[in-house]
DNA sequence: CTTTTCATATGATAGTTATCATATCAAAAA
DNA sequence: TTTTTGATATGATAACTATCATATGAAAAG
């Protein structure tokens, strides 16, 4: 009998990973399967046996591979006053000008927004679904899950958390352009700004 | 004789507009040297005459192919009253939801800033400067010129046109990537508050 | 009209890429 | 231990890419 089934599932999930990894390095278009693969620690043969092609690839990679998705998931305060500072820690190391270096290469929204829009349906598919949770992640509150939230917010209050995503995403993808001081205390204001807006929609 | 002096100068207009169009609609890596040329109506034997690579093409293309900066650089107020005016109707028109279409090849800023992010030093200094020289416009008044706004505005105030230029750069780059009626409010959300930033630095 | 000169076209090369066919080989069942 | 099975590696292909060398042809000067 071949090797156990967990086996291909554990490294389906270290291809994933390392797909991440290249795609937010080299931008979808220059990052090869050859590449891919190798930085998986494995060579290009088994690829098609995980994935359809490429860009089914890529769109698995934009639907889950969010570390900031993931981190807001990880929330688990008792008390309120505790989920909206875990909140804020998060936003604030997310926004921080010395995490820049690591979300250079760690951020898929901010690294990867741009090549999804040249994507096909199912690439803009799993980008949007991922937003929207990003979105339902801002808003919801121990009592809710993300789909709860989002049923629930208003529209208003959706477009406002949805605001609050876009402006933390602009700003790392100029930050990931440019480095001088401009830019540096840009980067500043705009976490202070960000965190303003979590602040007043956690509260409402 | 060869042909007249400006020919040449008129062609590699021509390429450089053409490679704007590309790289905005293809991306930088996804764009061929050839789809390049023959978007300008030409084929590739006569590229490597007008720029030394496709990267100082890029280069050449993040510098000068701003449609956005062009625009604000064209104001010609006499009151300050109607350049302020004339300031918020160009940055309402670039966030207008219906400009999306036209601005998702249009602006290189939403388009290229992430693909620039990995160009080499050339490339990150043509963005760069080009960023500055945007916010710069943001700045500027009808006494001052671009360079003058600069000198003569605080870092703070830089830090806040900064700031609004990667929140709307942000907010088109997220609308690019999804249509749905989220971004459709959220993007209307950010407008408003874009034009409000830019009253409140104007006014100051 | 002839000649010259350079912008552009055509043709070529070396390297890369996504994808597939086939070979190998480790482990689990016998 | 032997056999089997499927995950991965190796090898191959056809297409594509950046770049360069050479050919062409149009126009301006004579």
């Known amino acids: 009998m071949p090797l156990?089934?967990?086996?291909?599932?554990?490294?389906?999930?270290?291809?994933?990973?390392?797909?991440?990894?290249?795609?937010?390095?080299?931008?979808?278009?220059?990052?090869?399967?050859?590449?891919?693969?190798a930085e998986a620690g494995l060579t290009r043969g088994g690829f098609y046996a995980h994935f359809p092609s490429k860009e089914?690839?890529?769109?698995?990679?934009l639907a889950h591979d969010h570390g900031l998705i993931r981190m807001l998931a990880a929330r688990r305060a008792r008390s309120s006053a505790g989920w909206r500072r875990q909140t804020r820690r998060i936003l604030g190391d997310w926004l921080a000008p010395d995490h820049l270096g690591p979300v250079r290469e760690g951020c898929s929204f901010a690294a990867l927004t741009a090549d999804a829009a040249r994507g096909g349906p199912e690439v803009r598919r799993a980008w949007g679904l991922a937003f929207e949770r990003l979105v339902g992640e801002l808003l919801r509150t121990p009592a809710t899950d993300v789909d709860q939230a989002l049923a629930m917010a208003s529209s208003e209050r959706r477009a406002l958390a949805a605001q609050l995503a876009a402006n933390a995403i602009g700003m790392l993808v100029v930050a990931a352009a440019g480095e001088d001081g401009l830019l540096r205390t840009a980067q500043a204001v705009t976490r202070a700004a960000v965190l303003e807006q979590i602040d007043r929609l956690l509260a409402s």
Do not use: C
Not at 5 to 18: G, S
């Open 4 to 37: 156990s089934a967990e086996h291909k599932e554990r490294t389906r999930a270290r291809i994933l990973a390392a797909a991440g990894r290249v795609f937010r390095r080299q931008g979808y278009a220059a990052a090869a399967v050859d590449a891919v693969m």
């Open 56 to 61: 089914a690839l890529f769109a698995e990679v």
